[in-house]
């Protein structure tokens, strides 16, 4: 069972349809409890990132997540601030992240990049650079949906899996072991969404 | 390499799929659903669905019909129409669409923006602005939901008050340009993008790709368009289409 985990401000039912239609068996978890029959986990979130801690914290998530993931080493994947939220700290408030992965979370519009639209959004591809199980080096251009004014900057670079371009390079999906981060919205990238989620699903 | 968006508008009036030209005479077009899941199979890069009577009648948005859409969307939605409360916007955000376009709440309450920018993100507030050209060639901003229409002056402030509320992306409608396939204001899009730090979506009058790619040039970085994707040919029969990717990707990188 894969369990979505609804902490209050996101939009986990786009998310638990693909899943869905990719064959998952998938449910919506508003509360820690609804972990304990979980095999895998899927943190979504939009929104901000201490908003998004807070209702994790406050919830018992937190605690959950850490327990699934760290002890039962069970699969997480991270969407767009889910993904953030693994990380150890957001220059967007003062929450502690969740800490799963070595990563910080820093602002799009940092000195080295030049005056950019913020939020990044819309299509923008990957550059894989690492063999991992969610995405794989297709000839054909994959393109994922983007919204986002943070991005994740992992403290070792192999961390990351795919790096994407906006202004300079960033980290646009991560790995370690069991956990699984990435920045855009596979629930919203037509077929190469799906084919990221059906590996997910599989794994 | 991020491209530009291109963004089919539909626009819903009691549940039908309609289109309007300059804001009136809504043509019934078909069945929304249906034509969802048409762009969703075509891949369209975003969808943007305005449910225009909702503000002017004072009524709650179609909550089930929004679920619906939603269902057939495997890209991001926007969806726009009546929303006037932090909870609506909750409640739709929870349907599954991605963002929240106001267009009349912009004008009654600013208040309530800055809150759902501050609950929601402001990746997920699109502020739609649509104005009208002069006879002297300067623009007014015009709240259709009441047919008011401000100075031009105020057109600058209400942008600002806009941005300040923290707004992710501007939508700006080209009123005189709406379903006329006539070709964008480029004046218009030149003007405001220059102004603006966020992500502007263009709409009004496309009529081609060349044209597309114009309001790109002009400062969009994105454009939306409503009759030139549900309309074919000089009668405007009803056929729904949209570029395959690989001719848009050659157009605008």
Known sequence: ????????????????????????????????????EASKIVLPGVGHFDEGMKL?????????IKECVLNKKMPILGICLGMQ??????????QKGLGLVA???LHLNDASREKLKIPHMGWNTLDITRCNPLLTDDPEEQRFYFVHSYYVKPNTSE??????????????????????GVQFHPEKSHRFGISLMRKFVEL | MLKHRVIPTLLIQNGDLIKTCKFKNPEYIGDPVNAIKIFNEKEVDELIVLDVGKSKDHLEPDYKLIEEFAGECFMPLTYGGGVKTLEQASRIFRLGVEKICVNSLCFENIETIKSMVMKFGSQSIVASLDVKKSV????????????TSYNSNY??????QLLQAGVGEIMLGA???????????????????REIGVPLISVGGISSLEEIKNSVEAGASAVAAGAFFVFHGKRRAVLITYPPYHELEALLN
């Open chain 1, 1 to 36: 069972m894969i369990v979505v985990i609804d902490s209050g401000i996101n939009n986990s039912s786009s998310v638990v349809r693909m899943i869905q239609k990719v064959g998952g068996n998938v449910k919506i978890g508003s509360k820690p409890e609804d972990l304990k």
């Open chain 1, 56 to 64: 994790l914290n406050e919830s018992g998530f937190s605690e959950s």
């Open chain 1, 85 to 94: 939220l693994l990380c150890e700290c957001s220059e967007e408030g003062n």
């Open chain 1, 103 to 105: 990563a910080k979370v």
């Open chain 1, 159 to 180: 961390l990351c899996i795919a790096k994407t371009l906006y202004g300079s390079e960033f980290c646009s999906a991560l790995n370690s072991d069991n956990i699984f």
């Open chain 2, 136 to 147: 002297f060639g300067d623009y007014k901003l015009q709240d259709s939901s009441t047919s």
């Open chain 2, 155 to 160: 057109f600058e402030t209400h942008l600002e």
């Open chain 2, 175 to 193: 009123i005189d340009k709406d379903g006329t396939l006539s070709g964008p204001d480029i004046k218009l899009i030149k003007k405001v993008s």
